[in-house]
């Protein structure tokens, strides 16, 4: 009776190991508008999805207007790609559009995007510091000379999913888990054997 109990409390922790690796997705509402000064106010907008557990970016969907237009659409952002640590400091990470001749340079003021729950964008008006005053911009094709750079800017929580199929049980917990079938089934084994002789 001891060995079953010992049994049915290594399944409880199997199962209970499985469920613990489940990866939470966290979506932003982008907001940000560039130029100021010379260049025309323009703005974009739209969500970012984050796996807070690994701090990997999971998808986007961000738009680009001229001046602020929604009719106005110079690129749609649907592809993260070049993430890095610019410095200890600063986490800077590009969205593309489907042609990638549009990126959008973003830094944030965070060393890790690991329990991230957003905050501002390094801009013209938050700069990250970094020996010179870092900010985000946003490239046009074929013009770098006209390069707006974002006068402000910030990544909103707006929604934290646990999804199912992040949950990916590890070779370790297979293992265990076959162990304790296999105890489980031998303890039965003895126990009717036992009562048969």
């Not at 001891?2 to 399944?11: K, P, T």
């Not at 499985?18 to 509402?29: C, G, S, W």
């Not at 590009?94 to 042609?99: H, I, M, P, V």
Request: proline share 7%; with cysteine; net charge negative.
């Amino acid at each position: 009776m001891r060995s079953l109990r010992l049994i049915v409390a290594l399944l409880v922790f199997a199962v209970s190991s499985i469920a613990a690796h489940a990866d939470f997705v966290d979506t932003f509402a982008v907001s940000i508008t560039t130029g100021g000064g010379f260049l025309p106010t323009d703005t974009a907008g739209g969500t970012l999805a984050l796996d807070v557990t690994t701090g990997r970016w999971v998808s986007a969907d961000v738009s680009y207007y001229y001046g602020g237009n929604p009719e106005d659409i110079v690129a749609t952002f649907t592809t993260l790609d070049g993430y890095y640590p610019h410095s200890e400091f600063i986490y800077t990470f590009f969205l593309s559009d489907q042609n990638s001749d549009a990126p959008f340079s973003l830094a944030l003021p965070v060393s890790s995007l690991v329990g991230y729950t957003g905050g501002s964008i390094c801009s013209m008006e938050s700069p990250c510091a970094d020996g010179v005053d870092f900010t985000s911009a946003f490239s046009f094709p074929g013009s770098p000379s006209t390069d707006p750079y974002v006068e402000s800017g910030s990544l909103t929580l707006i929604s934290s999913v646990d999804p199912p199929s992040a949950v990916t049980p590890e070779p370790s917990t297979f293992a265990l888990v076959g162990t304790g079938l296999l105890s489980l089934a031998g303890a039965a084994r003895r126990k009717f054997s036992r009562s048969c002789s």
